[in-house]
């Protein structure tokens, strides 16, 4: 049997991933496509136990190379779990949030730097390189005033900006970086809009 292809999602907190997910889930079902959904960090007993610690918000003193190893060690189990099994039975994979997360995150986001990120998780790049990576390119000031209304001023989120325009500029880069891999859609169009390039964007690349 083929091996399934794998692919991952991306994008700022609140770019619409979620919603893309769930279309393509129904469409998936709807044309009897076999697939599984999963996630990161998370999707498998020790990958949830470690996404628990990592969310918590009673971690607050983790050190940021400490986040960003946790990641990567999730990221290792949930591949082994779920990951391998449903390639090898030549199911599509698609999973919300991967390597590219930790770069845009932990990489830039964190500042520690592309070359820390990429070397913890040598594993994951080295034998799992998505086939195709959807980047749903939503900037975060676009994302929050979505989320809020333009009157709304919440002082704690917007302490968080800079870093999120980091995550941002950091996505923007690896998807210059990666044009053979990453696709890069416009979060800013309806929803269906959205979902009619990510459609298209994987049938071209041959995945459905
Ligand atoms: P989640 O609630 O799943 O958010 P979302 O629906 O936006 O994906 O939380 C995941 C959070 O973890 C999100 O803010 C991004 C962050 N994250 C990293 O910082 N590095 C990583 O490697 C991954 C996978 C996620």
Same mark, same amino acid.
């Given at each position: 049997?083929?091996r399934?292809k794998?692919?991952?999602?991306?994008?700022c907190?609140?770019?619409?991933? *979620?919603t893309?997910?769930? #279309? #393509?889930?129904e +469409?998936? &079902?709807?044309?009897?496509?076999?697939h599984?959904?999963?996630?990161e960090?998370?999707?498998?007993? !020790?990958?949830?136990?470690? =996404?628990?610690i990592?969310l918590?918000?009673?971690?607050?003193?983790?050190?940021?190379?400490?986040?960003?190893?946790? +990641?990567?060690?999730?990221?290792?189990?949930?591949?082994?779990? =779920?990951?391998?099994?449903? #390639?090898?039975e030549g199911?599509?994979?698609i999973?919300?949030?991967y390597?590219? *997360?930790?770069?845009?995150?932990?990489?830039?986001?964190?500042g520690?730097?592309?070359e820390?990120i990429g070397? !913890?998780?040598?594993?994951?790049?080295?034998? +799992? &390189?998505?086939?195709?990576?959807v980047f749903?390119?939503?900037?975060?000031?676009?994302?929050?005033? =979505?989320k809020?209304?333009a009157?709304?001023n919440?002082?704690?989120e917007q302490?968080?900006m800079?870093?999120?325009?980091?995550?941002?500029?950091g996505?923007k880069?690896l998807?210059?970086e990666?044009?053979e891999r990453v696709v890069?859609?416009d979060?800013?169009?309806?929803p269906?809009?959205i979902?009619e390039?990510?459609?298209k964007?994987l049938?071209?690349?041959g995945?459905?």
């Open positions: 049997m083929a399934g794998f692919i991952t999602f991306e994008g907190d609140g770019c619409g991933k *979620s893309q997910l769930r #279309l #393509l889930s +469409y998936l &079902t709807e044309n009897g496509i076999p599984i959904f999963t996630r960090p998370g999707g498998g007993k !020790i990958s949830e136990a470690i =996404r628990e990592l918590s918000g009673k971690n607050m003193e983790m050190t940021d190379a400490c986040e960003a190893l946790l +990641y990567a060690a999730a990221r290792v189990q949930h591949l082994s779990d =779920r990951v391998e099994p449903a #390639l090898q199911k599509l994979v999973c919300d949030r390597v590219d *997360s930790s770069m845009a995150y932990q990489a830039y986001g964190r520690l730097g592309a820390f070397q !913890i998780n040598g594993y994951a790049l080295k034998h +799992y &390189t998505p086939d195709v990576t749903i390119d939503l900037t975060p000031e676009a994302a929050f005033l =979505r809020h209304g009157d709304e919440d002082r704690l302490a968080g800079a870093f999120h325009k980091r995550v941002y500029e996505y880069t998807a210059k990666s044009p890069s859609i979060g800013n169009q309806t269906q809009e979902f390039a990510v459609v964007t049938k071209d690349r995945c459905l």
